[in-house]
């Protein structure tokens, strides 16, 4: 890794800009290296991550590794995938999940770390908020129109539903998504990890 990443990633590993809105503290958790080809952007840590501090340490993460057709020593190789949430902290659970991320993130971080990756060559963009801020008034009326054009984006980004159990109902009413969609990220994926 560069000098400059490892600063970079120091310096956001001890943030506390939103300490005071977050229910557990802060504890940014990301994963980053300048030879990454691939950028998983999805939403904010859940409370297993804060706990763990591994992305992804979940359901929700052994259904996108079955998608992108990776295993866990891929996934988690910084050289080869980067993973940068909206929100680098656990931001607490309201009535239907977890809290929207933090928006301090992206406003102080965001810009200065994707300037720093410069070898991606594709991003996946998991759920409304990354969707909102990587793929801006590209983005359709809604998640599933904006997955459902996922061609528009391709081949240098890739719209995604959140793939939590929580969205199994999503899943059922979309099967394009899963056949359509994943085969293309899957081939995508190998080509850029090998």
Not at 124 to 133: E, F, N, S
Request: one cysteine or more; proline letters at 9%; a positive charge.
């Amino acid at each position: 890794m560069s000098k400059f990443l490892i600063q970079l990633t120091n310096e956001i590993k001890s943030c506390s800009i939103c300490k005071s809105h977050l229910p557990l503290g802060p504890r940014p958790v990301i994963q980053v290296g300048d030879s990454a080809r691939i950028l998983i952007v999805g939403q904010a840590p859940g409370s297993r991550v804060h706990e763990t501090g591994i992305l992804f340490n979940d359901a929700s993460g052994d259904r996108l590794r079955a998608w992108m057709g990776v295993e866990k020593d891929v996934f988690y190789n910084q050289n080869k995938i980067a993973i940068l949430p909206m929100g680098f902290c656990f931001p607490g659970t309201g009535k239907s999940g977890d809290l929207p991320p933090r928006p301090e993130c992206a406003d102080t971080w965001r810009v200065k770390l994707l300037s720093h990756l410069p070898n991606i060559a594709l991003t996946l963009v998991i759920g409304q908020y990354a969707q909102a801020w990587h793929l801006g008034k590209a983005s359709k009326e809604n998640l599933t129109e904006t997955v459902r054009y996922w061609r528009d984006f391709w081949p240098m980004a890739i719209p995604l539903p959140h793939p939590s159990p929580r969205n199994n109902i999503w899943l059922k009413k979309n099967p394009w998504f899963e056949a359509e969609v994943l085969p293309s990220l899957k081939k995508k994926v190998k080509s850029l990890c090998n």
